[in-house]
C-alpha cells in the first residue's frame, strides 16, 4: 500500500478532483527516504485550481507526509501512515487537515472538498483492488 500511495504521478487516473500532476523534483536521501516536490491541478466544475506540495516518502517507517509550499490554501497538512498486518494486509492511517485563503473559494469549493476528501479513502482502496486483487475473506 505505501508503493500505491506513493506512486503520485499515477493520482490523475484514481483520485477524486485530480486533473493532473507534475512532478518538479525527486530527491534521494541518504537515509531512505525521498522528496519528492510536485504540482497538483483539481478541478470542479468551471474551477481549477494547482497547487505545490513537498512529498517526503519515508519507506523506512512506512509514512508518507505532504507538506504544503504555494496555492490555494492557508495550509494544507496530510499525513499517511502504514501498519503491516501480514503479508498481505496493513492498517493504513490518513490525516488532511485544510484551509482556503480566499474565502469565495472556500464558499465555492469547501463543501465539494469534503466531500471529495470523504472519498479519497474508498478510492484508495479500489486502486488496491485493481493493483493487487481483491482480499479473499478467510
Excluded at 19 to 26: T, W
Excluded at 36 to 46: H, I, P, Y
Excluded at 78 to 105: H, Q
Aim: hydrophobic share 40%; aromatic share 14%.
Amino acid at each position: 500500500m505505501f508503493d500505491l500511495v506513493a506512486d503520485v504521478e499515477r493520482y490523475p487516473e484514481f483520485v477524486p478532483l485530480c486533473q493532473a500532476l507534475k512532478i518538479r523534483q525527486r530527491t534521494p536521501k541518504d537515509d531512505g527516504t525521498e522528496i519528492v516536490v510536485a504540482d497538483m491541478t483539481v478541478s470542479f466544475k468551471l474551477v481549477r485550481e494547482t497547487f505545490t506540495s513537498k512529498v517526503t516518502l519515508d519507506r523506512p517507517n512506512l509514512k508518507i507526509l505532504v507538506e504544503y509550499l504555494r496555492g490555494p490554501f492557508s495550509n494544507l497538512e496530510n499525513r499517511w501512515t502504514f501498519e503491516p498486518k501480514s503479508d498481505a494486509e496493513c492498517d493504513v492511517g490518513f490525516f488532511l487537515n485544510y484551509e482556503f485563503k480566499n474565502r469565495m473559494l472556500a464558499m465555492l469549493m469547501g463543501s465539494m472538498f469534503d466531500a471529495a476528501f470523504g472519498r479519497f479513502a474508498g478510492a484508495f482502496e479500489k486502486r488496491a483492488d485493481h493493483i493487487y486483487g481483491k482480499p479473499v475473506a478467510s
